[in-house]
């Protein structure tokens, strides 16, 4: 039986209705695809720190989680990740990359224009109706 792995994922929307999408490293897990930053949510916390947790880690940067877009299971073949995406906004920093490799503001209309990671694409078509 697969590891089941709960992840958060933050949709930050800039200004200008853009929005953020990470490119991972390769080497890593998901090598290359792009992504809305996040990670997993640790025992003991809930949705909301965790999310803010890793993007401080991640970018260097405080955000503003706000309304629930959608949660997802997607099963890889490293487990079965059940990913809840955010609306967030920036509160503090400059969106530093930690862990990823580029960064890229997108219109919702562009974001098929990207290789995402499986687990983000049902939240894209939300987010595109939005």
Known sequence: ???????????IVDDLDRILVAKRPPGKTLANLWEFPGGKVEAGEDEIEALKRELLEEMD?????????????????????????????VVRGNLTLNEHIEKRWLKRSELGNIELAPADLPAIRIIQEG
Not at 1 to 11: L, R
Request: proline share 0%.
């Open 1 to 11: 039986m697969k590891k089941e792995i709960n992840v958060v994922a933050a949709v």
């Open 61 to 89: 940067t405080e955000i503003e989680v706000l309304d629930k877009i959608t949660t997802t299971r997607y099963e890889y073949d490293f487990g079965i990740v059940n990913l809840t995406t955010y609306y967030s906004k």
